[in-house]
C-alpha cells in the first residue's frame, strides 16, 4: 500500500492510482491519480487564458506540428472532442452561435453543401455522391418527361413514401404530379384515358365546323 501525500488516503501502489515517475525511488509520483487530476484540473481553470495564448503562438509557429499533435489526440481519445464541444457550447451558448454564424458568412458555399449532404442522408440515405450517379445514368434529365433541369435547379429525389424505396430523379412538375395523384397508378391512367377522351372530342368538333366552315365545291355541270 502507498499514502497518498495530499489526500493522506492509502492506495495500493499500483500505476492505477499513481502516475510512474522515475525520480521517485519506488517510480511512483507521491500525489495519488485522483489528487493529480484535481489540481490540474483547478490550474488550468485558473490558467485558462494563458494556456490558450500559448496554444495559439504554438500554432502560429508551426501549424502542421500543432495540427499533427492534435489529431493524435483525437485518435487516442475518440468521442472526447466532441464531448467537450457540447459541454462548452452548452456553457457559452452566445459565443457559440456568434461563432457559428461568424463561420456560416465566411463560409457560405462550403455551409451549403454540408447541408445539402445532411439532408440527402436523413431525408433519403444517400450521399451527393450517389445523387451525382444516378444523375449520370439518366443522361441528366428527368425520368418522366425527359426534361432538364433549368440553370441554379436540381432534380428531386423521387422515392415510395410507404417503403422510402429510392426511385429516380425528377423535375419539380412531375414529382409534385405524382404527389397530388397519390403515386397512384390507376388515377394517372384514369387522368390520361380522360385527356385521350376529351382530345379525340375536340378532334372532331374541328373536323366537323371545318366541314360547315368550308363546305366540297359542287362540281360544274358538264355542257
Not at 86 to 95: E, F
Not at 166 to 187: I, Q, V, Y
Request: proline share 5%; net charge positive; charged share 35%.
Amino acid at each position: 500500500m502507498k499514502t497518498c501525500s495530499k489526500c493522506k488516503r492509502p492506495n495500493p501502489a499500483t500505476t492505477e492510482f499513481f502516475s510512474p515517475v522515475s525520480r521517485n525511488r519506488d517510480g511512483l509520483c507521491s500525489w495519488c491519480r485522483r489528487c493529480m487530476a484535481e489540481n490540474c484540473s483547478r490550474w488550468y481553470q485558473n490558467n485558462r487564458e494563458a494556456i490558450s495564448e500559448i496554444a495559439k503562438e504554438a500554432y502560429r509557429d508551426d501549424p502542421t506540428k500543432f495540427k499533427k499533435n492534435a489529431k493524435r489526440w483525437r485518435k487516442a481519445n475518440p468521442g472526447r472532442k466532441d464531448e467537450l464541444n457540447r459541454a462548452w457550447a452548452a456553457s457559452n451558448p452566445q459565443k457559440m452561435r456568434a461563432s457559428r454564424k461568424r463561420w456560416i458568412m465566411g463560409n457560405l458555399t462550403k455551409n451549403a453543401e454540408a447541408q445539402r449532404r445532411r439532408y440527402l442522408k436523413r431525408q433519403y440515405g444517400i450521399t451527393p455522391e450517389d445523387y451525382a450517379r444516378l444523375y449520370r445514368e439518366q443522361g441528366g434529365v428527368c425520368a418522366i418527361c425527359k426534361g432538364v433541369p433549368k440553370p441554379g435547379e436540381r432534380f428531386h429525389v423521387d422515392h415510395d413514401h410507404e417503403t422510402g424505396a429510392l426511385r429516380s430523379l425528377l423535375c419539380g412538375k412531375c414529382n409534385t404530379a405524382l404527389g397530388m395523384f397519390l403515386d397512384s397508378p390507376e388515377l394517372l391512367r384514369e387522368a390520361a384515358a380522360y385527356l385521350e377522351r376529351h382530345r379525340k372530342a375536340q378532334e372532331e368538333r374541328i373536323r366537323k365546323s371545318n366541314l360547315i366552315a368550308f363546305p366540297r365545291a359542287q362540281k360544274p355541270d358538264l355542257v
